[in-house]
């Protein structure tokens, strides 16, 4: 299985950029599709980006398009979320998650992280 760890989470305020990383190990990197979710406390995890093996095909949560961007460095073993014009309600929890087929890692990815957390201050 893929091990994967999150960083680069912390306090910015409203309207600054954060960039997210997430290493992953274990398995060939570039055999994963990768996603990043977010959770608030009482709330589901919800989506919000995702990028398949290549690096081609990426998709975003409608909250989050022409804000955030997800990629890859599949030589480095990496996943990164940039986050601009960051938001109050963009605060939570951020998981780095794997699955071997695309459609799963939008929905329920095999493979989570233990996540980072991002507060946004107005």
């Known amino acids: 299985q893929v091990q994967l760890v999150e960083s680069g989470g912390g306090l910015v305020q409203t309207g600054n950029s954060l960039r997210l990383s997430c290493a992953a190990s274990?398995?060939?990197?570039?055999?994963?599709?990768m996603g990043w979710f977010r959770q608030t406390p009482g709330e589901e995890r919800e989506f919000v980006a995702a990028?398949?093996?290549?690096?081609?095909?990426?998709d975003y949560a409608d909250s989050v398009k022409g804000r955030f961007t997800i990629s890859r460095d599949n030589a480095k073993n990496m996943l990164y979320l940039q986050m601009n014009r960051l938001k109050p309600e963009d605060t939570a929890v951020y998981y780095c998650?794997?699955?071997?087929?695309?459609?799963?890692?939008?929905?329920?990815?095999?493979?989570w992280g233990q996540g980072t957390q991002v507060t946004v201050s107005s």
């Open positions: 274990g398995r060939t990197f570039s055999n994963y599709n």
């Open positions: 990028i398949s093996r290549s690096g081609i095909t990426t």
């Open positions: 998650a794997a699955d071997p087929s695309y459609i799963p890692v939008t929905v329920t990815p095999r493979y």
